[in-house]
């Protein structure tokens, strides 16, 4: 883990990464908590998504996704709000303890991408927020950040042991740590 650079001893660059993958697992752990289903916000259940989903509404960016909010989110917003829950608790679960990274940093970028279009022209909003929680997942799916710190590393090892372990559901398995 650790390598040497110009006559000092320095961490490797897979450490850091693995802390910073730890980190965006904890922040998804911790948003699902503020939307957890028993969170009673406004006579709400899912804490703040309720009021957030309105902000998206009356500032949208796009307006065929303000006709799907409208039309399709809230008379469905109990099966979205767990949905968004469970998103996200499967999201830090993946990134904090490095389990299918490839598939938490894909699901991640894309499950920002959905916020952003909602949440662009929202007041107060800051437009490079969304380029900064999209682009760590793609490079905790692109290097493969879970082969660090992470159960994807004692999976990739068992898996890769042998030629016949590579193949069917083991082979796709091992495409996603």
Same mark, same amino acid.
């Given at each position: 883990m650790q390598f040497k650079s110009e006559g000092t001893l320095g961490v490797s660059p897979s450490f850091s990464l693995a802390l910073f993958r730890?980190?965006?697992? #904890?922040?998804?752990?911790? +948003? +699902?908590?503020?939307?957890?289903?028993?969170?009673?916000?406004?006579?709400?259940?899912?804490?703040w998504l309720y009021g957030w989903i309105w902000k998206e509404?009356?500032?949208?960016?796009?307006?065929?996704?303000?006709a799907f909010l409208q039309n399709v989110f809230l008379p469905n917003f109990t099966f979205f709000g767990y949905m968004s829950f469970f998103t996200e608790i499967a999201l830090g679960?993946? =990134? =904090?303890f490095g389990l299918f990274t490839v598939l938490g940093g894909i699901g991640g970028a894309l499950w920002q991408l959905? #916020?952003?279009?909602?949440?662009f022209s929202v007041p107060g909003e800051w437009v490079w927020i969304w380029f900064l929680l999209i682009a760590p997942? =793609?490079?905790?799916a692109q290097s493969r950040a879970g082969r660090c710190l992470g159960i994807d590393r004692l999976l990739s090892d068992r898996i890769a042991g042998s030629p016949a372990q590579r193949t069917g559901i083991a082979g796709l398995l091992l495409r996603f740590v």
């Open positions: 730890m980190g965006f697992g #904890i922040l998804y752990v911790h +948003a +699902a908590w503020q939307k957890a289903p028993w969170v009673i916000q406004d006579g709400q259940p899912f804490g509404i009356n500032h949208p960016t796009f307006d065929w996704y303000k679960v993946s =990134l =904090l959905n #916020i952003a279009l909602g949440s997942h =793609l490079v905790f």
